[in-house]
């Protein structure tokens, strides 16, 4: 398998800790957003990923995939062991929800085009763009916190103490946020679950500073 | 079962396709975004729903479950037929991708919150505001129109000619497309995909329009 990845990318960073649970072994291919006006834009990679965004995975039949969480759940069907997702339907929406809260209502806003949008189009200036990012990040783990404080499925991680599809989306998304120095002791069970999953073999390898592009 | 919905909400839309299409009957409880500050941030709704978002489906054993495809996942999962994702792990992949596309590319930025951030925070007259709108819609349909037209799996429907998760977040984007009277003659499958599926009982009984609680 091949990975395109970006090692600031948190949407990969996912990624890269799922192929290491099941301990699969993948070719990196490093896709560099920031160089040359973005490497995901040119048609050579458009070809895996129509959108122009990292990850895309490349299975071993070269079939490429997109999207994070879809590439997760390719591989949890594919490679069932260990499983990512809990044993009843009830315990796997609780923890896709989770998953998703993070997909979809703080990583998109944060993401390298919509802050470029923020800065070029609407001309907003540094200091504005900033608090942007910190708003999306700190109202949603307002909510998540105390969401996963109050449930008791929570154990050392999101769900009882095996990494599931949550941890996945959670650990990159706090990365990013002590990467802008957001004051964590306010999410105390979300630091504490980042501070339990970072030490576990599997996610340490997925960090970005554990990356051959890492600068 | 209960579904706490907007009739305007495209997330809420997608479970309502869901649950006709499965054929199961529900309570619809309505949840004004616009009324007295918004009905979703109000302390009894909070307590099915921490996030204060629509939808969230009350399933029979009182559960509560948010985030609409964890929703829709859900319900695939305890209702099987007629099935919403494809019978392989790589077509499964596929749709899913499409799914996430719009649920995490597209959507996200155009939520009443941060069309609300734009406005009172950022300052962003209408005009501004109407461009950030339509840009995420354009972008994300360029793409995945040309993705849909050249994949061969494509049908009537975006996977073939039967209902899927794709076109359960198809058909709602489209829908805010229309409002927002952007050209979808740039965007010929996704229309005729939106046509198509327009058609079908279960997606028309699912339109905001529909609604209990439309306006």
């Known amino acids: 398998m091949k990975l395109y990845s970006y090692f600031r990318s948190s949407a990969a960073y996912r990624v890269r ?26 048609p050579e ?20 995939i997109q999207q994070s969480l879809a590439i997760i759940e390719y591989l949890d069907e594919t490679h069932p062991e260990p499983p990512l997702l809990p044993g009843t339907a009830i315990d796997r929406a609780h923890v896709r929800s989770i ?3 993070i997909a979809c209502e703080i990583h998109p806003l944060d993401n390298l085009r919509v802050l470029r949008y923020l800065k070029h189009t609407l001309r907003v200036d540094d200091a504005a763009k900033d608090a942007w990012y910190r708003h999306w990040i700190e109202s949603g783990f307002a909510t998540l916190d105390a969401r996963l404080a109050d449930d008791p499925r929570t154990g050392t991680l999101c769900f009882g103490d095996t990494p599931t599809l949550a941890d996945l989306c959670i650990v990159p998304q706090v990365f990013n946020a002590h990467r802008f120095s957001i004051d964590m002791t306010r999410y105390p069970t979300l630091q504490r679950i980042y501070e339990h999953a970072v030490q576990i073999d599997a996610f340490a390898r997925a960090a970005p500073g554990a990356q051959p592009d890492a600068e």
Request: hydrophobic share 35%; aromatic share 6%.
């Open 99 to 101: 998953a998703l809260q």
């Open 45 to 64: 990679y458009r070809r895996v990923n129509p959108e122009g965004v990292v990850p895309t995975l490349v299975d071993d039949a070269q079939q490429p």
């Open 17 to 42: 800790i799922a192929l290491n649970l099941k301990g699969l072994p993948y070719e990196y291919a490093p896709v560099h957003l920031l160089r040359d006006g973005g490497e995901q834009l040119k």
